[in-house]
């Protein structure tokens, strides 16, 4: 297992990956699951919440989720059921220095197969819904700067407490 770079959106070159349609995982062999171990290792590595394959500059339809819980491995991902809305901030590791308020369903449901080829089903709500769409989003080429209702400053980040 090795920490993979993480590719960033404001390098011509690696943009144009990210910019990308990923394919579909046609089956699951021992170079995807030493991407879903390496993609674990440079998430965990980041201090991230999830990770698209496109990231790390395979254009295959992979994505880990930490739920809080653990890191979900979703292969072939889709989102089968949303629910409610929210706008809250998103960031991303291919877009470092920049955040942004996002619209989003506040619950997502999605089905994947894991590393051994089984059909799942996972939930989230809040952030973990939010991470679900922002992943998937990359695996067709999109990146949550495309989707930003309003580019947010450092010092909103930081919540600049000033004011009171």
Same mark, same amino acid.
């Given at each position: 297992?090795?920490?993979?770079?993480?590719?960033?959106?404001?390098?011509?070159?690696?943009?144009?990956?990210?910019?990308?349609?990923?394919?579909?995982?046609?089956?699951?062999?021992?170079?995807?699951?030493?991407?879903?171990?390496?993609?674990?290792?440079?998430?965990?590595?980041?201090?991230?919440?999830?990770?698209?394959?496109?990231?790390?500059?395979?254009?295959?339809?992979?994505?880990?989720?930490?739920?809080?819980?653990?890191?979900?491995?979703? &292969?072939?991902?889709?989102?089968?059921?949303?629910? /409610? *809305?929210?706008? #809250?901030? =998103? $960031?991303?590791?291919? @877009?470092?220095?920049?955040?942004?308020?996002?619209?989003?369903?506040?619950? &997502?449901?999605?089905?994947?197969?894991?590393?051994? /080829? *089984?059909?799942? #089903?996972? =939930? $989230?709500?809040?952030? @973990?819904?939010?991470?679900?769409?922002?992943?998937?989003?990359?695996?067709?080429?999109?990146?949550?700067?495309?989707?930003?209702?309003?580019?947010?400053? #450092?010092? =909103?980040?930081?919540?600049?407490?000033?004011?009171?």
């Amino acid at each position: 297992m090795a920490i993979r770079n993480i590719l960033k959106e404001h390098i011509p070159e690696e943009n144009e990956i990210l910019r990308k349609k990923s394919r579909k995982v046609e089956k699951i062999d021992r170079r995807i699951i030493r991407l879903i171990d390496d993609m674990r290792d440079t998430l965990i590595e980041s201090g991230g919440v999830g990770l698209a394959a496109p990231q790390v500059g395979i254009l295959r339809r992979v994505v880990l989720v930490d739920n809080g819980d653990e890191i979900l491995e979703l &292969v072939n991902p889709e989102i089968i059921e949303t629910e /409610g *809305e929210q706008q #809250e901030i =998103e $960031g991303c590791l291919s @877009v470092p220095g920049k955040w942004g308020i996002t619209d989003r369903p506040y619950r &997502v449901k999605v089905r994947a197969l894991n590393r051994d /080829g *089984e059909v799942f #089903e996972a =939930e $989230g709500v809040d952030l @973990v819904a939010r991470c679900f769409c922002h992943e998937l989003d990359h695996l067709d080429g999109t990146l949550f700067i495309d989707k930003v209702v309003r580019f947010v400053s #450092e010092d =909103e980040l930081e919540g600049d407490d000033d004011d009171e």
